[in-house]
């Protein structure tokens, strides 16, 4: 009915990973006349409002934007019977879990969940076995894989006007024919460094959720063989990166 709350709901940590779930819904539901909206933050919530008013079946959310609707009470839980987790380990690390909580407080306890995972810390099952009952476990790959705990991370901080002419510095001095992976948080972004980067003479390549399979796939290709050295990525791309090796 109008204005009904929705009757999906997928939570993911990031804007960009919540658009690149609504953009997979939208091509299952475009011919079964299934709606669904996107909420976040950064963005207006004036069209986010309206499509919540006029009724949705799926909702994907970041979880700060979604508890303002519901505070605001453009939106409810009453009707979600199916609950997607999506990256909860990545939820957990920026601090989402009181948001988590006070959501899934809301919604009914018969309802189906799917709670999804690249790693599995003592926290991450922890709080599935608070929202799961009697669950399926589906394991890819390894149950030990762990982060890597010698890896050594430098952090620093820079303004935005620096942080080219820092890369840049970096590459000079820790380049040289090694193969660098490059981080950046939203696809513009990560062409807009690509390009630069290109113009001053470096190999560099980028991939993002935007960017066709087989140029995903031919990317990993030249950065795997060394022909182009230099990846940059948005953090949402590296959960599909899988194994590869960089030296």
């Known amino acids: 009915m109008h204005g009904d709350g929705p009757i999906v709901l997928v939570l993911a940590p990031t804007r960009e990973l919540a658009v690149q779930i609504q953009e997979e819904a939208l091509k299952f539901g475009l011919r079964s006349n299934i709606r669904c909206t996107c909420i976040y933050g950064g963005a207006p919530k004036g069209p986010q409002i309206r499509d919540l008013q006029r ?107 620096e942080k080219y002419n820092r890369l840049i510095n970096l590459l000079t001095r820790q380049g040289n024919g090694n193969r660098v992976l490059i981080f950046v948080e939203t696809k513009k972004g990560c062409d807009q460094v690509t390009r630069q980067l290109r113009m001053d003479g470096w190999p560099a390549l980028s991939i993002h959720g935007d960017k066709e399979q087989t140029e995903r796939d031919w990317v990993l290709a030249e950065f795997k063989s060394g022909r182009n050295p230099i990846m940059i990525a948005t953090d949402v791309a590296a959960r599909g990166l899988g194994r590869i090796a960089i030296y």
């Open 55 to 161: 009724g949705v079946e799926i909702v994907i959310a970041t979880p700060g934007r979604l508890i303002d609707m519901l505070e605001a009470q453009h939106t409810n839980l009453q009707r979600v019977t199916y609950l997607v987790l999506d990256e909860a380990d990545r939820m957990l690390d920026m601090g989402f879990e009181p948001q988590i909580r006070k959501i899934v407080s809301q919604i009914r306890p018969d309802r189906q969940t799917l709670y999804w995972s690249a790693t599995w810390p003592r926290e991450v099952e922890s709080l599935a076995r608070q929202f799961l009952n009697n669950p399926y476990k589906v394991t890819i790959g390894s149950p030990d894989l762990k982060a890597n705990q010698s890896i050594n991370q430098i952090v620093e901080v820079v303004t935005d006007m």
